[in-house]
């Protein structure tokens, strides 16, 4: 039954890679959201049912072909397929007169397919199925519009940029086995748990693992492929580069929790990496005038939230985070994605504004992602985003710095949320026609998850109020002992993030309302433009990175043709030998003679003077 | 087994219309005897005969789980190449067919007198091909190939015979060798010899320098260059014969061995991002693989070897199947050059879809088949060398650049000059081909278990890790 789970959408992607041509629109695109659907009502049903387990013993030698729901993968499964379910549908009428309309839906079951795998491995060979899966699956659909040399480069880049995390995890992975033996994620577990003395090559594997999932959220340093996948179609963007699959970094971390658990100095550097992150998605955010890359820099940034929480040691918090984040971040793509339908392919802010007349649905939509994102007080934004900037001064890896810094950059988010909002929806309309709202089949999955970004925060609630998700989560995950602070000052600590999230959206409100009317100070032009170029790190990989690799494979190549020469002129260094004693047999035997007496004359001298 | 593709490939040289026909069903009855050869524990179908008592040379066959691997995928990659190539002279497909029995013979002989026989008998049908039916250059590879392999096999068969007399064994038959094997400097040299033969045949690093030109330069269908992947049997050679002869030798040299492995590897896959020609790039890309390949095996461990092992067999797939591939794109183009046009996926979505299938194969996208070799050799090199593992396997990157980047060159950006779509017989071995592939990825037990077996046996004979 579990394996079931992966086989719909697989045969999905088979029927319509295959046949989907003959398919009339819409038939392609019901029957791929039908069929995650299904999938989503099976994890339902298994998950009810205690959870499920499949093994193929021996599908490499010693490593099984392990699959598991437990409440982890389920929780991860449900995210999956039910944010899935709700962008397939939009994505019908997104799609709507596509020339690859079919292979567009082939390409997205399989992405379901690969990240249910990933999700479901119980052991790292088949999560790595999974992990490499959907980077072909985005590479295929951020090259989806292939024909433009862009985002064919687009495709590449964030394929070979993944690879390097790649390395990591395949290492990581050599590692374990050469320390355990197994790779079975449960065995590992009960390995780590059970020895009183950890093997001293558990950080280096912790570490390794971790670069994976560097690679695969997107965060500094491997952080540049993600605004470029943009390239894509605009559901293809909310479903892979922000509710699902660049959070498979995160899930990996909280699957290897009871790793990263025993490991305080990993753990330290991963919040570490995680807060810069964030801080570098959010400054960058400032300088983008695409509609998508804002939000693209936006969820790096909120990756990089993800990986501060499972850095303090708070996994449960991370994974609220990723189903909030799910929830508001597809909302805020797909009403992109209207914004941009409706100006029939404007993606440029600058040629938007006023758009809340035009579009009055698209802009609650709008409206209700924004301010999630920005974590404005009651919306599911707020609550998980708290939980993490709370976690940071109560776990055990945490610490007052993480808390200031992460309000700091609150602060920067609530703010670009508001530029976002505010260029877009707010002022006079800059660009040219008249915009249309979308069809319900676009709008009406927009209210669902306009629904989840605005309630899906009350599952988790700070004490004494109820929590769903850390019990539920708990068995699945490493337990690290939380100090508990005060009720009254963790409500204190609420109700300052609150005050920060609104400061921002004012302060972000009074700066950008009419933003191309006032004159902006010099130094904010500066940092604009800087902010654009996502402060030169793709200048920087070009330059010292990507630019010498390839000369250093030319030059290879040469000294690839230099070996073969010098074989050649070895081999023709013995062909002359060869012409010159050949030339000795000249059959002169007074040239003979004095050859021997000269050979004798030598060998005599020789015993002299030894 | 051996006799069958023999004698299809002796008549499809004198009756070259034949020759397709017949060599189609003498691979898929060797196949299918490899098949049952590999459910069969331990070592199937031996048979021992003397063949020249009195120097102790026997004809002594039988496939263990390794050799029947090998024989499988062989079989099915010339069978499923005789369905690809269409408009070549059936005396190449004759060619080829007395090359493949002589590959059979090369992985089930288990005399080492036997298996040089075979290893030399192998060489002059591939020198034919390629002195027959090459391109323009063709002299110059040929020279080169014969060079390197005729001096490896020279130093290979001089350590044929020191092993056994050295070591005072009875025959030439490998169990006997085994269990009197050679000592000290006698050993360090036979070792070392055979190390050069297979270092050729692998190919290694700095001893690779035959394989792009002999690529390059063979007929541009492909047909030739799936006979020459399959020739490479470096590996298999070590694993078989030098390493479990010698294995204190083996134990003295295998940093440098790994070295030259990583080496191999890391550097060939960065070199094939630089080629401006198809074949050339998958002559590097390939070699790159068998560096990953000797890395597994080196490793000494069961694992690695089950990897080195698993990926020699399923490239003769993917591999033939990309060289087959430029052999369609020649068809169509008339050049070999990278990227003659671009945007062709619009023009022909089968092909561009077929295409991106045997590259993300090649580099080892897990669930295909390139993947459980690549992943078991990392396992086990690791146990034996982090460093050069880390080293090796930074390839997964470098190829990710090559490989992309040569399909994307020709498949997308705008539409271009349009050619035709997969035909009829292309679609046939595109399908069959790609149910191997995917299915060796899937379900990788069915080698890999077999394999397992004969690698145990391996690392019995040097004491070995798992």
């Known amino acids: ?155 590449r880049k964030a394929f070979i940029t993944n690879r390097i ?340 959206l004012y302060l972000g409100y009074l700066f950008f309302r009419d933003y191309f009317k006032k004159k902006v100070p010099a130094w904010y032009r500066a940092f604009e433009q800087a902010a654009l170029e996502g402060f030169y790190a793709d200048w920087l990989y070009n330059t010292f990175l990507v630019n010498p690799a390839k000369e250093l494979a030319f030059g290879l190549g040469l000294a690839d043709r230099g070996l073969d020469r010098a074989y050649v002129y070895a081999g023709g260094g013995v062909g002359l030998l060869g012409r010159i004693l050949a030339g000795l047999e000249n059959g002169y035997l007074r040239f003979y003679a004095a050859l021997i007496l000269a050979f004798a004359a030598l060998f005599v001298l020789w015993g002299v003077v030894r | 087994m051996l006799l069958l593709p023999f004698l299809a490939g002796l008549v499809g040289l004198f009756l070259p219309g034949l020759a397709r026909g017949l060599g189609l069903l003498a691979t898929l009855a060797s196949g299918l005897i490899a098949l049952a050869a590999l459910f069969a524990p331990g070592v199937a179908f031996y048979a021992e005969r003397p063949l020249f008592e009195p120097a102790g040379v026997y004809y002594a066959v039988g496939l263990d789980g390794a050799s029947a691997a090998l024989a499988l995928t062989t079989s099915l990659a010339v069978f499923l190449a005789l369905l690809a190539v269409k408009e070549v002279p059936g005396r190449m497909l004759a060619l080829g067919l007395l090359m493949t029995a002589g590959l059979l013979g090369i992985f089930a002989s288990l005399d080492l007198v036997l298996f040089y026989f075979f290893y030399e008998a192998t060489l002059i049908p591939s020198l034919l091909l390629l002195g027959v039916y090459g391109g323009a250059n063709r002299v110059r590879a040929l020279i080169k190939f014969a060079l390197f392999t005729l001096a490896g096999s020279l130093l290979m068969l001089a350590a044929i015979l020191a092993a056994r007399y050295y070591g005072g064994a009875e025959s030439f038959l490998l169990r006997d060798l085994l269990s009197a094997r050679p000592e000290g400097a006698a050993a360090t040299l036979a070792f070392l010899a055979f190390t050069l033969a297979f270092m050729v045949k692998t190919p290694l690093f ?83 693989h068998m560096g990953v390949a000797a890395l597994g095996l080196f490793s000494g461990t069961a694992i690695g070897a089950v990897g080195a092992l698993f990926l020699l067999a399923a490239s003769a797939l993917y591999t033939g199947g990309l060289f087959l591939f430029a052999g369609w794109l020649f068809a169509r183009f008339g050049t070999l050059e990278l990227a003659p046009t671009h945007g062709l996926a619009k023009h022909a979505p089968a092909l561009a879809a077929f295409g991106l299938f045997l590259f993300l194969a090649m580099v080892g996208l897990p669930g295909l088949a390139g993947f459980p070799g690549e992943f078991l050799s990392a396992l086990g090199a690791w146990q034996a060398s982090p460093f050069f593992t880390l080293v090796a396997f930074a390839a997964v990157i470098a190829a990710a650049a090559y490989a992309l980047s040569a399909y994307q060159r020709l498949f997308h950006g705008p539409p271009g000059k349009a050619v035709a779509d997969l035909s009829g017989g292309e679609w046939v071995y595109a399908t069959l081909a790609t149910l191997a592939v995917a299915f060796l990825g899937v379900y990788p037990k069915l080698l890999s278990g077999p394999i397992h077996e004969a690698a145990q046996a391996f690392v019995a004979a040097i004491g070995g890790g798992k």
């Open chain 1, 165 to 504: 995390g790649d390395l990591g995890f395949l290492l990581g992975m050599a590692l374990l086995y050469s320390l355990f033996g197994t790779l079975q994620i449960s065995e590992l577990k009960e390995a780590v748990e059970g020895s009183l003395v950890l093997p001293g090559g558990l950080a280096l594997a912790g570490l390794l693992l971790f670069v994976g999932a560097v690679g695969k959220s997107a965060q500094l340093p491997l952080m540049v492929w993600l605004p470029d996948a943009m390239a894509g179609p605009t559901p293809v963007s909310a479903l892979i580069h922000a509710a699902t699959m660049v959070t498979a970094g995160v899930y990996l971390l909280a699957r290897s929790s009871f790793l990263y658990a025993n490991l305080p100095d990993v753990s330290y550097w991963i919040a570490v990496v995680g807060l810069l992150t964030a801080l570098y998605g959010a400054l960058s955010a400032f300088g983008q005038w695409d509609i998508k890359r804002i939000v693209a820099y936006s969820t790096i940034s909120q990756l990089g939230y993800m990986f501060l929480a499972a850095g303090v040691g708070a996994y449960w918090v991370a994974l609220f985070h990723v189903m909030t984040h799910a929830f508001y971040k597809a909302l805020l793509f797909l009403a992109s994605g209207s914004v941009i339908h409706a100006l029939g392919g404007e993606q440029d802010v600058r040629k938007m504004g006023g758009l809340k007349k035009h579009l009055p649905r698209t802009h609650l939509h709008g409206l209700v992602g924004a301010l999630s994102l920005a974590g404005f007080p009651l919306f599911a934004g707020f609550w998980s985003k708290d939980a993490i900037l709370a976690a940071t001064l109560s776990y055990p890896f945490g610490g007052v710095g993480f808390y200031l810094a992460g309000l700091f950059v609150a602060f920067l988010t609530a703010a670009y949320a508001m530029r976002w909002y505010a260029l877009v929806f707010l002022g006079e309309f800059r660009g040219q026609g008249h915009p249309h709202e979308a069809p319900p089949v676009m709008t009406v999955p927009n209210d669902v998850l306009a629904l989840g970004a605005v309630f899906a925060g009350f599952l988790a609630l700070p004490k004494p109020l109820w929590n769903l998700i850390e019990p539920f989560l708990a068995p699945a995950l490493a337990h690290l002992e939380a100090h508990e602070p005060a009720p009254l000052v963790e409500w204190g600590l609420l109700l300052l993030s609150a005050a920060v999230a609104l400061v921002g």
């Open chain 2, 206 to 288: 700095p001893l690779h320098v035959w394989l792009p030109d002999f690529h390059a330069e063979n007929h541009p269908s492909g047909f030739a260059d799936v006979m020459g992947t399959l020739y490479k049997v470096g590996v298999y050679g070590f694993f078989r014969f030098a390493i479990p002869l010698f294995p204190a030798a083996f134990a003295a040299f295998k940093p440098y061995l790994l070295l030259l492995a990583a080496v191999t590897a890391l550097g060939a896959a960065w070199i094939a991002y630089a080629q401006k020609d198809y074949k050339r790039l998958l002559a590097y890309g390939a070699l790159s």
């Open chain 1, 1 to 155: 039954m579990l394996l079931l789970v992966i086989l719909l959408p697989l045969a999905g992607f088979l029927v319509l890679g295959l046949f989907g041509r003959r398919f009339k629109e819409p038939l392609p695109g019901v029957l791929a959201s039908a069929l995650v659907f299904l999938s989503f009502l099976l994890v339902g049903a298994l998950l009810a049912s205690g959870g499920a387990r499949f093994v193929l013993e021996d599908w490499l030698p010693g490593i099984p072909f392990a699959l598991l729901l437990d409440p982890l993968s389920g929780y991860m499964a449900l995210v999956v397929t039910g944010i899935g379910f709700l962008i397939h549908v939009y994505a019908i009428g997104y799609m709507h007169g596509d020339e690859g309309y079919a292979r567009f839906f082939a390409y997205f079951n399989f992405f379901i397919a690969m990240m249910l795998t990933l999700v479901l491995a119980d052991s790292y060979p088949v999560m790595f199925v999974g992990w490499e899966g959907v980077g072909l699956a985005s590479f295929l659909l951020i090259g989806f519009w292939y024909t433009d040399w862009k985002n064919a480069k687009s495709a």
